[in-house]
């Protein structure tokens, strides 16, 4: 007894030589930046909208596999491991390619959000209103890829400390949908109209009409995909080649830059979507997407397949000296792109339409392609299978196919019909991915689960 008693006191009188020590003691580490001592200049902010687009960078990595090689226009190389997941539409809550997607938006996210919680210490008032743009349109864009993926995901607009855990919910498709246009909106009417590899103000309105027309929101689209046409601010260009291999040309409304041999601002996607090597590779042409594309097209067939091997994609081959720190850039936006978001505006959900302004712009995409145009003096009928297979083919393999077909209302019989062709099912339930099995174990629950999985 006598020797409990004894270390007892022992005990306690270490404890209070301890709290003694560290009320003297400033246990934070000398070195430590907290958010109330670093953001304190116009320089330390813009430090954090390039730290945007650092993050941005991670996003289309595998993005290919979640759109491209989950569509009737790509598949797997092999058929093995998580890549097979998405040819078969067997896509496991536990694939990593879908963990790393959303950590990587919802990344994007948190850092758009720490510029916009950090602006009132920006006195020049036009810089103020372009990193508040920028920080808006990266929010947008990457809640848009998630809310496109998953369907009902937490919409983030502030920091979320950690010690909160109510952002863990899911809010419904179309409240995230609103708050994406909101921040378009608004980015729209703050950021610039020319800055390469930024956000700008024409980035922010393509987007902001393709958010619309993935509403359902046709009227709200046609204006600003028209004014967008008669700005002149951007053209086709005059080779189709030259779209996706001279960079930084005038087609391009936005892009994800990165360089050639370079550790921080490399990528592989090009590597791996593309020519591979003996175990890699991932993404190759469906006898599908073959049958579908017309043989006497020469424009877009030296692009679209690799000439090293027709069975791979041809879209975004490497010159790099590394295949695995690839310079090509990753366009999210083009003007070809809106040319035809803007006949289907004015097909206003619709089968056909001989409206001169819709056959026009379908016409300006085909004529640069070499291909037969239309009649436009209202003798012929612009049709959505027409418009759906023009952009199939012109914007093939950069990730629109998948979701083109669920805008367009057939996703479930295009789909369905490829699958089965192909000894897979696909169903309703695989319109969406699984929501990450790891970000739910984080959430204790919270974050539920979609039907199907």
């Known amino acids: 007894m006598k020797n409990i008693i004894n270390k007892s006191i022992l005990f306690l009188s270490l404890l209070l030589a301890f709290s003694a020590c560290e009320e003297q003691l400033d246990l934070a580490p000398i070195s430590e930046i907290g958010d109330t001592i670093f953001y304190t200049t116009t320089e330390e902010v813009e430090g954090a909208v390039i730290a945007i687009y650092d993050g941005l960078q991670e ?52 850092r758009a959000n720490r510029v916009l919680e950090n602006l009132s210490v920006v006195d020049d008032t036009e810089l103020k209103s372009q990193f508040e743009g920028e920080a808006k349109f990266t929010r947008a864009l990457s809640h848009f890829n998630l809310v496109r993926a998953f369907g009902d ?10 010690d909160e855990s109510d952002f863990f919910g899911r809010d419904d498709a179309e409240t995230v949908l609103a708050g994406i246009e909101s921040d378009l909106t608004e980015a729209r009417s703050l950021l610039s109209s020319n800055s390469f590899g930024r956000a700008t103000s024409g980035a922010a309105q393509a987007l902001l009409a393709k958010v619309k027309l993935t509403r359902g929101d046709y009227n709200g689209a046609k204006p600003l995909l028209s004014e967008l046409i008669l700005s002149g601010a951007y053209s086709l260009e005059t ?11 005038n087609e391009i409304i936005f892009a994800i830059p990165y360089l050639d041999d370079d550790a921080n601002e490399g990528q592989d996607y090009s590597f ?21 594309f017309d043989a006497d097209e020469v424009a877009r067939d030296t692009t679209l397949y690799n000439p090293d091997n027709t069975a791979e994609v041809g879209k975004f081959l490497t010159v790099s000296d590394d295949a695995r720190l690839c310079g090509n850039d990753w366009i999210v936006l083009r003007y070809a792109d809106v040319l035809l978001m803007y006949a289907e505006a004015i097909m206003d959900g619709g089968a056909s339409t001989n409206n001169t302004a819709a056959i026009d712009a379908y016409n300006a995409v085909r004529a640069r392609a070499g291909m037969p145009t239309m009649a436009n003096d209202g003798s012929e009928m612009l049709t959505k299978e027409m418009l759906m297979s023009e952009r199939r083919t012109e914007l093939a393999f950069e990730n629109h196919r998948f979701y083109d077909l669920i805008r367009f209302g057939v996703a479930e019989s295009v789909l369905g019909d490829f699958a089965t062709n192909n000894g897979y099912s696909f169903t309703a339930t695989d319109l969406l991915l699984p ?15 979609n039907p199907g999985y």
């Open 435 to 449: 929501i990450p099995q790891g970000e739910i174990n984080v959430s204790q629950g919270l974050l539920t689960q």
């Open 239 to 249: 080779e189709y080649y030259d779209v996706f291999y001279s960079e930084g040309n």
């Open 272 to 292: 791996e979507m593309t020519a591979g090597g003996a175990v890699s590779g991932l993404n190759y042409i469906t006898n599908d997407f073959n049958d579908h």
């Open 153 to 162: 995901v937490p919409y983030m607009d502030r920091v979320i400390r950690r």
């Open 59 to 110: 996003v289309p990595l595998r993005e290919f596999a979640l759109t491209e090689m989950r569509s009737d226009n790509t598949k797997t190389k092999s058929s093995e491991g998580d890549w097979a997941q998405f040819e078969s539409f067997d896509v496991k809550p536990t694939n990593l390619s879908i963990g790393t997607y959303w950590a990587a938006n919802y990344n994007v996210i948190f």
